[in-house]
């Protein structure tokens, strides 16, 4: 097991964690972003954005944070918070990345965000045996009043891959057991995604115009947790992530939600929406794995074989 500060790519100082077969990088001059993850010598299934074509910025930024002030995508893994707000959920993280190691784990904390007055923070730990880490998200209000928010991390992913969600299989008799939620921009036509009986997959397409998104009420579909997975290139990202059935889920009861558009794909996980008093903190955590020799699986039996 090797953990270590070094320069990758164009994104300065950062940390790499490394067994004999996988890799991950996260920045630590901004961000913080898990900006690589995947075989050593093999291609990233995080996407990086290294043109800067997606940010934000503007005369609110200007007048929230500062006279050129701008938040960039980067690509990788970020902490967010949820519900979804302009500027507030695209606080500039462009500041240097507090690291500390401590055995197999390393947490990332960025400065305290000065305008929402909160505190965030990530936990990674990579096993030295397996293709497994396990990434705890962290969210801490630091000011004078109570908020509430949820926990909300988002992968984006590499282009060119297929994701596929498994939808909630629960016998709720006459009641609804599956909850979608589609956003304004969102076509239930669009070519990329099947609307299938257990499964619901998403393709990620750098000729297409329109953005898409859905959100779904995930739920415990093997081994314990709800999941997800993204197939690019012979390798599987499997996403795993804890829920509450009956929990309080932003965007009308979402545990998970996913977006692509021209560049890459996110998937997304939630935490429960959570009222934090002064100095309380809301956990998130998420158990990744990867896998080699994967093919795109032709039907749903071939997809379910996938998250036994």
């Known amino acids: 097991m090797v953990i270590e500060k070094t320069a990758y790519g164009m994104w300065g100082e950062c940390v790499?964690?490394?067994?004999?077969?996988?890799?991950?990088f996260?920045?630590?001059?901004?961000?913080?972003?898990?900006?690589?993850?995947g075989y050593i010598g093999g291609g990233n299934i995080m996407c990086e954005d290294v043109e800067g074509k997606s940010l934000a910025d503007g005369a609110e930024f200007d007048r929230r944070f500062g006279a050129g002030s701008a938040w960039y995508i980067h690509g990788g893994h970020r902490l967010w918070t949820s519900p979804e707000?302009?500027?507030?959920?695209?606080?500039?993280?462009?500041?240097?990345?507090?690291c500390k190691i401590n055995g197999n784990t390393v947490t990332l904390t960025p400065p305290p965000q000065k305008w929402t007055q909160l505190q965030l923070s990530i936990e990674i730990t990579m096993s030295e045996n397996s293709n497994d880490v396990t990434v705890k998200h962290y969210i801490t209000n630091i000011g004078a009043w109570e908020v509430e928010l949820a926990a909300w991390a988002l992968s984006v992913l590499a282009p060119g891959g297929m994701e596929i969600v498994p939808q909630p299989t629960r016998d709720t008799g006459l009641l609804?057991?599956?909850?979608?939620?589609?956003?304004?921009?969102?076509?239930?036509?669009?070519?990329?995604?099947?609307?299938?009986?257990?499964?619901?997959?998403?393709r990620q397409d750098e000729g297409a115009a329109q953005p898409f998104k859905f959100g779904i009420n995930s739920e415990h579909t093997c081994g314990g947790h709800a999941r997800a997975a993204y197939i690019l290139d012979g390798t599987m990202f499997?996403?795993?992530?804890?829920?509450?059935?009956?929990g309080n889920y932003p965007d009308g009861g979402m545990s998970f939600e996913t977006y692509t558009n021209f560049l890459m794909l996110e998937m997304e996980s939630l935490s429960e929406l959570k009222?934090?008093?002064?100095?309380?903190t809301v956990e998130h955590?998420?158990?990744?794995?990867?896998?080699?020799?994967?093919?795109?699986?032709?039907?749903?039996?071939?997809?379910?074989?996938?998250?036994v």
Do not use: H, Q
């Open 16 to 24: 790499r964690m490394a067994n004999n077969e996988i890799e991950l």
């Open 285 to 307: 955590t998420e158990y990744w794995s990867l896998r080699r020799g994967v093919s795109e699986p032709r039907n749903e039996a071939e997809m379910a074989e996938l998250f």
């Open 238 to 246: 499997i996403k795993r992530f804890n829920v509450n059935e009956n």
């Open 26 to 37: 996260a920045t630590l001059d901004i961000g913080p972003r898990v900006i690589r993850f």
């Open 275 to 280: 009222k934090l008093r002064t100095d309380e």
């Open 176 to 202: 609804g057991n599956r909850v979608i939620a589609l956003w304004p921009y969102t076509n239930m036509a669009d070519k990329r995604v099947y609307w299938g009986d257990k499964f619901i997959t998403l």
């Open 85 to 98: 707000a302009m500027p507030r959920s695209y606080y500039p993280d462009n500041e240097k990345v507090d």
